[in-house]
Structures are given as C-alpha cells and as structure tokens.
C-alpha cells in the first residue's frame, strides 16, 4: 500500500536509491536526484465549465451534477453515508440527515455493503426514501446504512469491519417537522401556524430591504429595487389551485381560520405533496411576473432580474425549464397552460385579480425564461457571482420572513 503515492512513483524512487548504494551525498545532492514521476492528469476549471455548472438543474434522472473531479482526485471517489434504524417501516418518512451526521466512504466499499444488507437511499427528485442498489451508490448520492449491521466505530469513523451497532445520531425537531427536500417537494410551506400570502410577501419584501441596508452590497439602485420587489412577488405561485388543494389536504383537522384569504404557509406537520406531481409554485410567480396585464413590473428597469429571481428563489428552477418526461404535452412543472389563479391581495398594490397563465415563456427561444436568464448571466455588469448573489439575498429574505412570521 503506497498510498497517497502511486506505486509506480515510489518503485522508481527504490530504484533510484539503490543505484546510490554506498555513495556519500549531501542532501542537495540528494534532492537533486532525477527520478522519472508519472504525470498526472488532473480536470481543469474552464471558465466554459464555470459557466456550465451555473445551471444547477439536476439530469434527466433528477441527479446532482458531479462535480468531484473538479475538487478532488478521480481515484478519491466517496459517496456521503450516515446510520439510522431501519427495522421498522418509519424511514420511510425520516428526515434527511444534517450535515454532521455524514461520513464520508469509498465508494466501492459502499457498493458491497449495499448489496450485502438492508440501505436506503434519498431519491432526489421525488424527495422519497427508497431500498437502495448498487448503481445507486454515487458521489452525489445520500445513502443511510441500518445502525444495527455496524460500518462505524467513534475511533475509526467509517469501517466495514465492524459489526458493533452504530448509535443513531437524533434528528433535531425542526427537521423532523420539515423532512427531506426535493424536487416534488415543498416542506417550507409547513411551519407552525397559518400566514397569508399578502402578509408573507410583505415580510419577505422588509427581511430583503433590511439585509441590502445592513450588507450595502456594491450593487445599483436598479439591482437592489429588483432584488426587493422579487421577495415582495417570490410566492405569488401560491395562488396557485394546485397549492391551495395542497394546504387544504395537508390540514384535514385544523382548517383555515378565514375563508376567502390565499394562504403562504399553514401549521401541517408534513411537507406538501402535489397532484399533479413536480408543481413548482415558482414557475407561477415568474409567468405571473411576465403577464404584462398584471402590471407588476410596469416602470421597473430590471425586470428580467425580478422573474428571474422569483423564479430562481428555491434552487429547483433557474436556467433550465422543462418539463419532466412523465408530464402532458401542456404541462411544465405541474403547471398546466391556461390554468387560472386565484385572486389575491398582495402588498403594497392593488388585488391582483385571477390570471390565466400561458407556459409560452417556458419554451427555448427568444424572450422564454431561460433565454432571459442566460442574458442575465452573461451581463457584463452581472454575471455568474453577482448573480447568485443576489440569489441568496432574496433566499435569506425569505427564510427570515418564514423565521419569524410563524413558518
């Protein structure tokens, strides 16, 4: 074993210092020995792949990109695993683990303890836990083993020779309320007691202007009104009929206290499920947004900015809009072309009344969603960084809103 060396490396080094037997050399005589090192190759980050991974939009089997061979060498391949108890039907509906509940594991190693005994794994586009197999065994995957086969010792951190039973790490509350995420997932609708929409937006609107005051980011007036008007519309999508089915059934035993009223979060202890699957209420905000008739954006220099950003605030939906191979021909991300929302109050402005909504911005081309963000990203004045940048103020926003608006 000639880890971290190559072996091919370290022979040769053998070789060179028995060629040297019985000579006398000073140390610098030594260092300056040629010995014959196999070249490494290692992946380059182009500014092209920069560019790529930009688009976060998983692959067509909902898979995080992989992008290890840019961190890491291609023979230190590991995937992220953690222990939970698996005897019973209950990690069916276990949160995802946190971050310092994972250890990190060769892949291969992982692939044969996966075949010999009961795993699961966190489908990421469904949000679903399910009995794992081999070919799910990823760098991009979350994989949880059965605590009572072993594979961890405190001492040793991950060792497939142990059979001693891994003491689970407890989920804290929030996570148990919250649950994994994923792409056919909504689990921050679900908090601690109902908030309207019109009074959400508003929060969000004030936790965005008060993180531009405090952070005075080197942004212009038009970039921070953007940022500022994208919390006060992010979740406009919630008006939505898909949506509020999906709260009213997320609630059989405690209603809405008021009747009448579009609601952005609700006190249901599971995260929303959709029918039909993939709705993303984000793609609603952002046709909304686009609908001139609405006149949301009417005077607003970076209007691109704001749907992008309403858009963009989840992480499911940023360059790439399409939808999922098992949708109907008129449908995209649960949305269906046509589909009205309902009427809503929201701040600051008058009712926005119901809207039929057109999926034409979701198809490739001039003026769709995704030619206005790729313009956006390729802005001198903007690009890749500030972009994202001001995608994390408008998701710090909305957390805060969320924080402390019952959520």
Not at 75 to 98: G, H, I, Q, Y
Not at 215 to 232: H, K, S, V
Not at 240 to 256: C, G, I, Q, R, Y
Not at 309 to 331: I, M, N, S, W, Y
Request: net charge negative; charged share 30%.
């Amino acid at each position: 074993m000639y880890l971290p060396y190559e072996s091919a490396d370290v022979e040769a080094s053998v070789r060179q210092l028995r060629s040297l037997e019985g000579r006398g050399l000073t140390g610098s005589e030594l260092a300056a020995q040629g010995v014959v090192e196999r070249e490494e190759l290692h992946p380059v980050l182009r500014r092209r792949d920069l560019i790529s991974l930009f688009d976060t939009a998983p692959d067509l089997s909902g898979n995080d990109i992989d992008v290890s061979p840019f961190i890491r060498d291609a023979s230190d391949r590991t995937v992220s695993v953690a222990w939970r108890d698996l005897s019973d039907d209950e990690w069916t509906t276990m949160p995802a683990p946190r971050r310092e509940e994972l250890c990190p594991a060769p892949v291969g190693t992982v692939k044969r303890l996966v075949s010999a005994g009961k795993s699961v794994v966190l489908d990421q586009r469904d949000g679903d836990w399910r009995f794992a197999r081999e070919d799910d065994v990823r760098p991009t995957a979350l994989l949880v083993l059965d605590a009572r086969r072993g594979g961890y010792t405190p001492q040793a951190g991950f060792d497939p020779r142990s059979t001693s039973p891994v003491e689970p790490v407890e989920p804290v509350a929030e996570m148990q309320r919250s649950g994994p995420d994923g792409l056919d997932r909504d689990p921050e609708s679900s908090g601690r007691a109902w908030v309207g929409l019109a009074e959400h937006l508003a929060d969000t609107e004030q936790a965005a202007r008060t993180l531009l005051d405090d952070l005075n980011p080197g942004l212009g007036e038009e970039m921070r009104e953007a940022i500022a008007l994208a919390a006060r519309y992010h979740d406009l999508g919630k008006a939505h009929p898909t949506f509020v089915a999906s709260l009213e059934k997320a609630n059989p035993d405690s209603p809405p206290p008021t009747t009448g009223i579009v609601w952005a979060k609700s006190p249901s202890r599971a995260p929303l499920r959709h029918d039909p699957r993939h709705f993303r209420h984000e793609l609603v905000s952002a046709l909304l947004l686009l609908d001139p008739d609405t006149g949301l954006l009417d005077g607003v220099a970076e209007r691109d900015l704001v749907v992008y950003l309403a858009l963009a605030h989840h992480g499911k939906a940023r360059l790439t809009v399409r939808a999922f191979e098992d949708e109907p021909q008129d449908t995209v991300l649960g949305v269906r072309d046509g589909s009205v929302t309902a009427a809503t109050d929201l701040p600051g402005r008058p009712r926005l009344e119901e809207r039929a909504l057109s999926l034409a911005a979701t198809r490739l081309g001039v003026g769709s969603l995704t030619d206005r963000a790729l313009r956006l990203r390729d802005r001198e004045d903007l690009g890749p960084f500030r972009l994202a940048f001001c995608e994390a103020l408008v998701r710090a926003a909305d957390g805060r809103a969320s924080a402390t608006g019952g959520a």
